[in-house]
């Protein structure tokens, strides 16, 4: 895999077998068949998300133009650039906020948890709900349903 | 020591995935829909096969809060009528969207440098082994 002109960051390390992170190139992505995934794509310009979703937070970047740029909200649109295979576990990005996910290119299917009706509101406010149940045990035995979605191209979430 | 790690990996990786096929299999049963793999699968399958959606998901007797609809009818909703809409539906999966990208250098290179270092997920071994 070491490409001419520089060495292959995407390699393995067998010295550092539990590294979860590479530095890798584009041009590297295309041509390792190791199973890397990447999310340091900020995407700029329009966004493929409704603007009638604008958030509180989306509003205010767009309203004043001196909006803290410490803080990575004028950046809200990333590009998922992963190989086959590539698996996420369950996990929350940001609670209460919505995500959107639009598909380019190949397939990606996408599982969604719902708590039981009954006591969603509980649920969804107690931290227990996302921790290790979540992660390791899909929160069976809370009683919450999954639904998996298979997106392709043309598809948003 | 690395083929080790790789082996154990991948045996719970099956072990998680009888797992989940088990209790898929008890959900459907419950629901009275049919239960085993899909038809066309047996042991030893290696290569993709294309799964029939089932026509009935989001009208059964008990459907998951998901809605549908084509990207043209979606973005020309009023923020009010897509807000009544997410109280009821807290995912909307919206097709026909225009998409233009692939996954190649070309279309890579409209998001920036292809040679540019970026943080990437990697803890796995190449597929081929040689490194």
């Known amino acids: ?157 | 020591m690395s083929t080790l790690i790789w082996y154990s990996q991948n045996s719970q990786i099956a072990s998680d995935l009888q797992e989940l096929a088990k209790h898929a299999d008890d959900v459907r049963q419950r629901n009275g829909l049919p239960t085993g793999p899909p038809p066309g699968w047996y042991d030893g399958v290696t290569e993709p096969m294309i799964l029939e959606p089932p026509t009935s998901f989001l009208d059964g007797p008990d459907p998951p809060p998901i809605c549908s609809l084509a990207y043209a009818d979606f973005f020309t909703m009023t923020s009010k009528d897509i807000q009544d809409l997410f109280r009821k539906f807290p995912v909307i999966v919206v097709h026909g969207r225009p998409s233009r990208l692939h996954c190649d250098m070309s279309s890579l290179e409209e998001w920036g440098d292809p040679d540019a270092l970026r943080v990437m997920h990697g803890m796995s071994q190449p597929v081929s082994n040689v490194y």
């Not at chain 1, 133009?65 to 410490?70: G, H, K, L």
């Not at chain 1, 990005?93 to 959107?100: L, Q, V």
Request: proline letters at 9%; charged letters at 20%.
């Open chain 1, 1 to 157: 895999m070491k490409l001419s002109g520089g060495p292959d960051n995407s390699r393995y390390d067998p010295d550092d077998a539990f590294a979860v992170h590479v530095l890798a190139s584009y041009r590297e992505f295309l041509q390792t068949s190791k199973n890397v995934n990447s999310l340091d794509n900020p995407l700029a310009g329009g966004s493929a998300a409704p603007p009638q979703l604008a958030t509180d937070m989306r509003a205010a970047v767009l309203e004043y133009d001196s909006f803290p740029t410490s803080m990575p909200m004028r950046i809200m649109s990333w590009g998922l650039l992963a190989k086959a295979h590539a698996v996420h576990p369950p996990h929350i990005d940001r609670p209460g906020t919505c995500t959107w996910v639009a598909i380019e290119d190949g397939l990606k299917k996408w599982d969604v948890a719902f708590p039981p009706i009954d006591i969603a509101e509980e649920e969804v406010a107690d931290p227990r709900a996302y921790g290790g149940t979540m992660l390791h045990s899909r929160n069976y035995s809370r009683g919450w349903r999954w639904h998996s979605i298979l997106l392709h191209p043309g598809s948003m979430l």
